[in-house]
């Protein structure tokens, strides 16, 4: 089992950096070693982005048989808050917001976050389906399809929501889960595995993404992740 832990691995620098917030919560992630990452990388770019010290728990799926019993609902991920569990991605990425600050400041922007994280639930279920699909000639065909069609529609749907709330973020006028899960679709998958083509239109979604990418916590840890898990730069 693979146990890495954010803060103990960058060392002194982020202990003494003020930025960082630190919680007498003891969070532990679990979830598969899964190299594009999946469903628990909101939640770490919340706890990144917080500043929050968290254990990320990455084990193979051949393990899973032997886990799966000791789990809520023999899914992952899971988040082990004080040696409590708590199951279900978005549960768990709503629950990590609101402890750190990053639901939105009232209830109607919590609500609009929620909205944008389900928005992002959907597209990771939909693109799932060619994802496990054998045959290349058809998952290529369903990718294409997925990219056109689904993907398309939403980028422009998105951009408008963008151009209305006119703040350079999805909701209020500052980064909330919303952004992060944004990002942890859009340019941690989509944008890795088929290009940028598809922000061609989408000058403020792009701007958004590249906002995220370089806030200084979540650029902290994404150059953390991408040197211990992908140092041949292949994600």
């Given at each position: 089992m693979l146990i890495e832990t954010f803060y103990r691995q960058i060392g002194s620098e982020i202990v003494t950096n003020k930025s960082f917030k630190f919680s007498m919560a003891v969070y532990k992630l679990h979830y598969f070693?899964?190299?594009r990452r999946g469903h628990a990388e909101l939640s770490r770019l919340i706890l990144s982005q917080a500043g929050v010290p968290f254990e990320d728990v990455r084990f193979p799926h051949s393990e899973w048989p032997n886990m799966k019993p000791t789990t809520p609902f023999g899914q992952v991920p899971i988040l082990e808050v004080n040696g409590q569990m708590l199951a279900q991605s978005n549960a768990i990425a709503r629950y990590l917001a609101r402890q750190h600050?990053?639901?939105?400041?009232?209830?109607?922007?919590?609500a609009q976050t929620d909205m944008y994280i389900e928005?992002?639930?959907?597209?990771?279920n939909a693109v799932a389906v060619p994802f496990v699909e054998k045959d290349p000639a058809k998952q290529k065909e369903m990718y294409g399809k997925f990219m056109t069609e689904t993907?398309?529609?939403h980028v422009v749907?998105?951009?408008k929501q963008l151009k209305k709330?006119?703040?350079g973020y999805l909701v209020g006028d500052r980064l909330t889960a919303a952004d992060l899960a944004y990002y942890a679709?859009?340019?941690?998958?989509?944008?890795?595995?088929?290009?940028?083509?598809?922000?061609?239109?989408?000058?403020?979604l792009k701007s958004l993404l590249v906002r995220v990418r370089t806030s200084p916590n979540v650029k902290k840890w994404i150059d953390f992740r991408n040197s211990k898990y992908y140092p041949d730069g292949n994600e």
């Open positions: 070693d899964n190299p600050g990053l639901a939105g400041k009232d209830d109607w922007e919590q928005n992002i639930n959907d597209l990771l993907i398309a529609f749907a998105v951009e709330n006119n703040t679709l859009f340019s941690d998958f989509i944008e890795v595995k088929f290009g940028g083509a598809f922000l061609k239109d989408a000058p403020l």
